[in-house]
């Protein structure tokens, strides 16, 4: 259910804040996803079956990838994080040092 993990009542929320949480929650279940299919990869024997576990695994790092991009694009503030993080050189922590 969508809806689970909202931390105020709904029809209190925005519909851009409501967007937003189902794009966060699609995003953990992505990323969930890649976990799962690499540790099943790493744990099989079969090398045919590895390959399209790696295969499935590459297709959620895509589809978290999508979602990514659809909050950046639609919320200022992600927008400016991936901006200030994302495709840099150097440290990734103590950047503002």
Known sequence: MSSE???APRERLSQETLNMHH???SLM???EAVDWYRQRADDCEDKALKEILLHN???EMEH???VLEWMRRNNK???AMVDEFLYRKGEIAGHDD
């Open 64 to 66: 978290a990838c999508m």
């Open 57 to 59: 695994m590459r297709e």
């Open 5 to 7: 993990g909202l931390h």
């Open 23 to 25: 794009a966060i929650v």
């Open 77 to 79: 503030d992600f927008e």
């Open 29 to 31: 279940e992505e990323m």
